[in-house]
Every structure is written in structure tokens, then in C-alpha cells.
């Protein structure tokens, strides 16, 4: 089963751009690691050879990770959404309703993910929450700790 994620350009581009990366950099130097470790001598007792093998398979896993998600990945029409309801690439204001606090968040796809710069996944618990509100609504947003009240103030695109 597929699991498509919806993109900016920007975004689907900067993992292509990892992808590449990976692909035509990062592969070929773990195989030279590897073959120079080889050359060291016996293989049962180098510890360089083994590191140099497991980095490797964790190159393969994130390479073949990547091939996944860019291969169900959509670019998504920004033009033609909705700016009535919180969705994907939405940049919502909201008012915790506990203590009056005002934030600003923008809705991506999990790899964009960057709370530093505000940018929170739709599949995390506050982006889950706030899908499909409206300005004006209250969304509950299921947390560890309980359930939290935000209301939509604004509604705009990234």
C-alpha cells in the first residue's frame, strides 16, 4: 500500500536533492571505507571493516527510504486549496485557550517537519488537531499530558 505525502516544490526537490547526494556521493565513499578496510587485512578481527559495513547499511536503509517517499510523493496546487479550512501547506494562528498564548504554525509533510522555523507535520498531534478546522473554531488537540484548546484566529498559505 502506498502512503503518498504531499509536497511543496521546494520541499520534493530538497529530497530529491538527499537523494542525489546519497546516490552519487555518499554510496561510492562507504564503498572506498570498505574496500580500504578490506586491504588491512584479516577480516574477523577489523573493527574498521565492520564499522565501515554497518554505515553502509545504514546508507542503503535511508537511500532506499528516500526512493520510497519520493516515488509516492505529490506536489500539491497550492491554488486550488481551500483557505476556509486548516490543511496541508496552511499557515494557521492560534490561541491556546488555556493561557491566552498566540502562535503561529505552518502544516507540512513529515520530512519538511522544522519546529525551529515553525513548521509542524500534519501528522503530529497538533497538526492532526487542527486539520479540517475553520477560523473561529476550537480544536482539541489530543496530548500526553490530556487534551488542549486551541482557537483558530487565521488562516492563510505558506
Given at each position: 500500500m502506498s502512503n503518498v505525502s504531499?509536497?511543496?516544490?521546494?520541499g520534493l526537490k530538497n529530497l530529491r536533492d538527499e537523494l542525489n547526494q546519497?546516490?552519487?556521493?555518499?554510496?561510492?565513499?562507504?564503498?572506498?571505507?570498505?574496500?580500504e578496510a578490506r586491504d588491512k587485512g584479516d577480516l574477523s578481527e577489523n573493527a574498521e571493516y565492520d564499522a565501515a559495513k554497518e554505515a553502509q547499511g545504514m546508507l542503503e536503509m535511508r537511500?532506499?527510504?528516500l526512493e520510497t517517499v519520493v516515488s509516492n510523493a505529490r506536489i500539491i496546487?497550492?491554488?486550488q486549496l481551500d483557505?476556509?479550512?486548516?490543511?496541508?501547506h496552511s499557515k494557521v494562528k492560534i490561541k491556546n485557550q488555556l493561557n491566552g498564548m498566540e502562535m503561529v504554525y505552518s502544516l507540512v509533510?513529515?520530512?519538511?517537519?522544522d519546529l525551529k522555523t515553525g513548521k509542524i507535520s500534519v501528522s503530529s498531534p497538533i497538526g492532526k488537531g487542527l486539520l479540517g478546522n475553520s477560523?473561529?473554531?476550537?480544536?482539541?488537540?489530543q496530548v500526553p499530558n490530556g487534551v488542549m484548546k486551541f482557537e483558530i484566529l487565521e488562516i492563510s498559505r505558506i
Open positions: 504531499y509536497y511543496s516544490e521546494e546519497l546516490r552519487d556521493v555518499e554510496r561510492p565513499k562507504a564503498s572506498q571505507a570498505i574496500a537511500i532506499a527510504k496546487d497550492e491554488s483557505l476556509s479550512k486548516v490543511l496541508i509533510a513529515e520530512s519538511e517537519a477560523v473561529g473554531d476550537i480544536a482539541e488537540v
